[in-house]
């Protein structure tokens, strides 16, 4: 059963090829299919399609290669990437609820751009004071020991130690005005 299944299939798809090779070849196939229309559905589909990690410019690279032309690949990259925000703009306007040449609305001047510029603030600065030592919570760490060991190790395990040394001492904070006061009466 499971050979009269692949032999129909694969009568289906030689049938199939002849009617193309019969038919003929389109010249073109156009643009991404997921360009052709301009609805919501395919729009999402195409931003998705267009965030996923590389699949993009494969497609780029495959078209590039599959297709006569006088560019480049980076010409042809960036032929791709214009035709592609063509659309989104194209898509954008369809879906524009305001007069072509109207002002934004201030509320979407409050949300786009304040908000994102206050995230992007806190996004560098808030870990910057935080872990600063200008940060009244972080207190002094003080260093009790320092120790520093050279040695060898052979491939058979043994190991040669070269220099072994170290030293415990509590290391005091002293006030600026004690250094000063040190230093002029020297």
Known sequence: TSLSVFFMLKSLSLSLNARQIRCGYPESTGRQYLMRSKDMLTYFAFMIYKN???LYELRCL???SCTTSALDLWDWIKLEDIYSSLYVVAYRNLTRKREFGAPQPLRQK???GWVIF???FML???PALLFSSGNP???INPVFQATINLTLQSTDGSAYPIYQGGMRRTIETVDWEQVMS???TQ
């Open 137 to 139: 919570s972080i207190s």
């Open 52 to 54: 996923c990690p590389f």
């Open 62 to 64: 495959l078209d590039f």
């Open 124 to 126: 560098v600065w808030v």
């Open 182 to 184: 040190h230093n002029m």
């Open 118 to 120: 206050a995230l992007l």
């Open 110 to 112: 409050v949300l786009t």
